[in-house]
């Protein structure tokens, strides 16, 4: 599957997090984690959901970037976590 310019945003510090799908600059679609629950329980189910609801397939992805601050140290390892393996899985960059 050719990757087209599209951009996953993973912002994992503050509250819920938030990811959203930018292509060619402009954002696609967001969604909001849920404050309550664990990033590293929710972050990969809204992903799936995020792209399901858009007609994506993980692998049109082709770079991931990332909020590194402000925010819960915590928050930022499982986004950075989950970021790296992501992009050890789809072979795409991060930044």
Request: aromatic share 2%; net charge negative.
């Amino acid at each position: 599957m050719n990757k087209r310019n599209l951009v996953l945003g993973l912002e994992a510090g503050l509250g819920g997090g938030t990811l959203s799908i930018l292509e060619d600059g402009r954002q696609v679609d967001f969604v909001e984690g849920a404050g309550g629950v664990s990033k590293s329980e929710d972050l990969l189910g809204q992903l799936s959901r995020l792209l399901e609801r858009n007609n994506l397939n993980k692998r049109e992805i082709g770079r991931i970037v990332i909020s590194d601050e402000p925010g819960s140290l915590t928050g930022i390892r499982i986004g950075l976590a989950s970021a790296k393996g992501l992009s050890d899985a789809l072979g795409i960059e991060v930044q």
